[in-house]
T-cell receptor, first 116, second 112 residues
Framework: GAVVSQHPSWVICKSGTSVKIECRSL??????MFWYRQFPKQSLMLMAT?????????EQGVEKDKFLINHASLTLSTLTVTSAHPEDSSFYIC????????????FGPGTRLTVT | GDSVTQMEGPVTLSEEAFLTINCTYT??????LFWYVQYPGEGLQLLLK?????DKGSNKGFEATYRKETTSFHLEKGSVQVSDSAVYFC???????????FGAGTTVTVRA
């Protein structure tokens, strides 16, 4: 149980375009989802926390207009990187928590974004 | 604020060797403690956890004991395998809080 999927697993896009990453909880209702960014050989940096049906809460220094997060249902959250630039290239990981697994996060497999 | 400090890597071991990764934490109250493992190119998997002092988490031959007196949660495995090669993250969250604070991660490479 507690499986989280991400799609796509990797994506290449051109500078200036937008890309959407999906995060789904497959076998539980995710009341809270998290988006992280991970640079090579580094730890995870929390970008934002989203609760179903509410606006996301962004961490300090994360541009909310650039990284749009939507958590429209209890099984789906999306991260849209708008007007992507090469410096946005990174590994993006989502995680989810739910009432059935309170205060634990289960992670998706990650999405490798490369902006050319 | 809350923080987690892990021993720096990389750590390179031979198969069947004993592995220890040190982790200490700073937090107010009584956090829950976690070890996550990340295999190359993948997301994080929960390896084990402990929610109160003296609890021992264990999974896949790995163990860690929540030591409140030393604010530590060291990860150990008695006999590592090549398949244990990964990055290991120590993490904590506060009681009634979803947010995780991660350590920097320790890269472990096991050679046959």
């Amino acid at each position: 149980g507690a499986v989280v999927s991400q799609h796509p697993s990797w994506v290449i896009c051109k500078s200036g375009t937008s890309v959407k990453i999906e995060c789904r909880s497959l076998d539980f209702q995710a009341t809270t989802m998290f988006w992280y960014r991970q640079f090579p050989k580094q730890s995870l940096m929390l970008m934002a926390t989203s609760n179903e049906g509410s606006k996301a809460t962004y961490e300090q220094g994360v541009e909310k207009d650039k990284f749009l997060i939507n958590h429209a249902s209890l099984t789906l959250s999306t991260l849209t990187v708008t007007s992507a630039h090469p410096e946005d290239s990174s590994f993006y990981i989502c995680s989810a928590s739910g009432r059935s697994i309170p205060y634990e996060q289960y992670f998706g497999p990650g999405t490798r974004l490369t902006v050319t | 604020g809350d923080s987690v400090t892990q021993m720096e890597g990389p750590v390179t071991l031979s198969e069947e060797a004993f592995l220890t990764i040190n982790c200490t934490y700073t937090a107010t109250g009584y956090p829950s403690l976690f070890w996550y493992v990340q295999y190359p190119g993948e997301g994080l998997q929960l390896l084990l956890k402990a929610t109160k002092a003296d609890d021992k988490g264990s999974n896949k031959g790995f163990e860690a004991t929540y030591r409140k007196e030393t604010t530590s949660f060291h990860l150990e495995k008695g006999s590592v395998q090549v398949s244990d090669s990964a990055v290991y993250f120590c993490a904590l969250n506060k009681f009634n809080d979803y947010k995780l604070s991660f350590g920097a991660g320790t890269t472990v490479t096991v050679r046959a």
